[in-house]
């Protein structure tokens, strides 16, 4: 596998620029606005986490990248920049092109996105020989037995005939990784990829990652909801609420020094095994709005108990620290407020209004 | 027989009453049938292997483990949902294990369960109030008080209670689990088990769950089995915790001292494994890291079911299966080579009355 990565990055400096993102579906009840406006770039070998709840528009914004999310409802404004092209608004063929040779995607349940009537390694073979028409078949499945060893799958070559009922969660979430990897690409999106296993593969599958990361130079977007496995893989954090960036900063940025209070609600209401646990934990009320009929102004101002009349305005997602250029996030608060707010007992949390209702 | 009975380091007072639920060396196989036209059993599937421990009134206790491991049928097996193969279950003191349906009445109403799926576990075509109602009546309510007895359920479980007249697929999924824990509390329980009842929810609304939990227990002194596969979750709610693998106890631990000191190298893994959503934290700690997946429970490894993956096995672990041993503090683990004990802790252990008959006789080493 050679390191194409850091030459895509060559490409007007960043791998990846995602700019003012917009994603509406049109539905029975209205029109869903899932991404209003969501701005981000990614640099080769680097990972960019992307957390939220469900609803925040994550997932969206990871599939409109790879051109899932098209059809007839879909309307789509601004753009994607890989390597200076435009994914937004390229065509299926070009898209085609890129998807799964430069971009590939990972999912969250490996069991629906494998086809269980197709062996594994024909199942890998099909996706090298997509992109490398010269390849003959007898190689590429040696290629697929090597990028299966890769990924640490044992006995590579006995189990590329084995169907996928016949893996593991964990197994099966590998031959996705080794099929993403298929054509070495600069970009990989794995959304939500170890949601569906237990903590001691999740373990296991993000060394992977993490390895594979450095071995190639590949960028990778992960999208997931759980904030250990971002303290543990990530270098920066994109936080999403209710379709739009609510902030944006490198990991030590937003787990120290978190200035929106959806990200202090966030990290409080972890049960983490390393805490004392005498506290109730500081959850957030309510529940994310729905996107059919967004709050006017501020997405968490319903939620929030420290807005105040601004909040009716949308903030911008500027950067409010002045020693931190590149931490922006979508409050009004003054940073100084903020940090006296953000402290409930002896850690970072949200403060309560009330007892929590729904 | 005696089941062990340890005092509780905290939540004072609840040592010296009887426990509610005893559990003794209880067994659940399920058969593995093969053959085209008569099925032959061929094997069984070790789910709940010899599993000893009681509950005490006003304690929650949880349960770890990976998938497989059997959390989940032990707790159905408890509240008799899948039946035993070997062993007691007693509720305060009666053997359940074997009772009919009319036997079982009056236990299901004191023991309730609440389930992963709220989406699931509710009925989509009965709207809140007539799901609510039938636990209602069998807690003998008159009809004229349903009304405002559902009201106050939804009140206590956080919901509007003005919501009664709506169906299941109009709430969210954190409002669902709050009715389904409205439906446990509807017959007024005194023990509620719940099978992963925040697993499904989001972070911010887990929390929330937890938070309820903890506050309905409070109110209404409940003892809960929480079963999970969060340790962090399940290290919040609990007085005491429960690690399984493949069908057995691996430790049991005051949760004060689950992750200040695992004793089974099974627990440091899991531990281990579990990323701290703290990045200096997360960068500094050891982490033992296991390899490999869980084996084929049909066929478990001999000795330590562990003994395949774990990092400290000698050729003993493939032979005896370890004793469960007790420790100070009622912390218990069944571990020939345990660790984060002293050598005078490990010479006055005892073998625990828990340990699995088929355990042997040889004492842990450090």
């Known amino acids: 596998m050679s390191a194409d990565g850091a030459r895509g990055a060559s490409t007007d400096g960043r791998l990846l620029e995602v700019q003012d993102l917009k994603v509406s579906f049109r539905t029975e009840d209205g029109v869903v606005q899932a991404v209003d406006g969501v701005t981000f770039g990614i640099d080769s070998g680097e990972v960019l986490a992307i957390v939220g709840e469900s609803g925040s528009g994550k997932s969206v914004t990871a599939m409109t990248l790879m051109g899932l999310t098209r059809g007839p409802n879909t309307s789509f404004g601004g753009r994607a920049l890989f390597q200076g092209k435009d994914l937004v608004g390229a065509s299926e063929d070009e898209l085609r092109k890129v998807r799964g040779a430069q971009i590939a995607m990972v999912f969250q349940d490996p069991m629906s996105s494998l086809d269980p009537v197709y062996r594994v390694g024909d199942q890998i073979v099909e996706q090298i020989r997509v992109h490398d028409k010269k390849i003959s078949k007898a190689q590429a499945l040696d290629r697929a037995a090597e990028l299966m060893e890769k990924v640490g799958i044992p006995r590579a070559g006995d189990r590329l005939r084995s169907y996928p009922h016949e893996f593991s969660g964990g197994m099966r979430q590998r031959v996705m990784i080794a099929m993403a990897l298929v054509n070495s690409p600069k970009l990989l999106l794995a959304d939500e990829p170890t949601t569906a296993l237990d903590v001691t593969i999740q373990a296991q599958i993000l060394d992977e990652l993490r390895t594979l990361r450095e071995e190639t130079g590949a960028a990778v977007i992960l999208v997931t909801h759980d904030l250990g496995v971002v303290a543990d893989i990530a270098d920066r954090i994109v936080v999403m609420y209710a379709g739009r960036v609510v902030e944006h900063g490198t990991l030590d940025e937003i787990f120290y020094d978190p200035q929106h209070p959806y990200t202090w609600g966030l990290l409080g209401s972890i049960a983490r095994v390393d805490r004392d646990r005498s506290q109730r934990l500081p959850a957030i009320p309510g529940m994310p709005p729905s996107l059919l009929r967004p709050p006017k102004g501020c997405h968490f101002r319903p939620r929030c108990p420290h807005a105040f009349e601004r909040c009716t305005d949308v903030p911008e997602l500027a950067a409010r620290l002045p020693d931190a250029p590149a931490h922006l996030d979508r409050c009004w608060l003054e940073p100084e407020q903020k940090r006296k707010l953000r402290q409930v007992g002896d850690q970072i949390g949200l403060a309560s209004r009330e007892t929590v209702i729904s | ?366």
Request: glycine content about 6%.
């Open chain 2, 1 to 366: 027989m005696s089941v062990e009975v340890e005092p509780q380091t905290d939540g004072a007072g609840a040592a010296d009453r009887a426990p509610l639920l005893e559990v003794e060396h209880l067994r659940v196989l399920f058969p593995v049938k093969s053959g085209a036209v008569v099925a032959r059993t061929v094997g069984h599937v070790h789910a709940v292997d010899d599993v000893t421990f009681a509950l005490r009134e006003g304690e929650t206790l949880g349960i770890v483990g990976e998938s497989g491991c059997g959390k989940t049928t032990l707790i159905r097996t408890l509240v008799r949902l899948v039946d035993a193969t070997d062993g007691a279950i007693r509720f305060r003191g009666a053997d359940i294990t074997h009772a009919d349906r009319k036997q079982l009445a009056p236990i299901r109403r004191e023991m309730q369960m609440v389930f992963q799926d709220p989406q699931a576990s509710l009925n989509p075509r009965k709207r809140i109030n007539q799901i609510l109602a039938t636990p209602l009546k069998i807690r003998g309510v008159s009809k004229d008080k349903f009304e405002p007895e559902t009201r106050a359920l939804l009140d206590k479980v956080g919901l509007h209670p003005e919501h009664l007249n709506r169906y299941p697929h109009e709430f969210s999924g954190g409002q669902r689990q709050r009715i389904g824990i409205a439906r446990a509390l509807a017959v007024e329980p005194k023990l509620i088990l719940l099978d992963e009842p925040v697993s499904a929810l989001d972070v911010s609304i887990q929390a929330q769950v937890i938070n309820l939990l903890d506050e309905i227990q409070d109110d209404l002194h409940l003892s809960y089995v929480f079963v999970a596969h969060d340790l962090g979750v399940v290290r919040h709610v609990s007085d005491r915790i429960i690690v399984m693998y493949l069908g057995k106890l691996m430790e049991v631990s005051p949760a004060e001292e689950l992750y200040t000191k695992p004793i089974h190298p099974y627990t440091s893994a899991l531990l281990g494994a579990i990323p701290i959503p703290d990045p200096n934290e997360n960068r500094s700690r050891e982490r033992t890291m296991i390899t490999g997946e869980p084996p084929n429970p049909i066929n478990p490894p001999t000795g330590c079911r562990f003994h395949t993956r774990c990092p400290r096995a000698t050729d003993i672990c493939s032979t005896a299966e370890p004793q469960l041993t007790e420790y100070s503090n009622g912390h218990m683990a069944a571990c020939h080579h345990p660790q984060n004990v002293t050598a005078s802790e490990v010479v006055s252990a005892v073998r625990s009355d828990a340990s699995p008959h088929s355990a042997g006789d040889e004492r842990p080493s450090t």
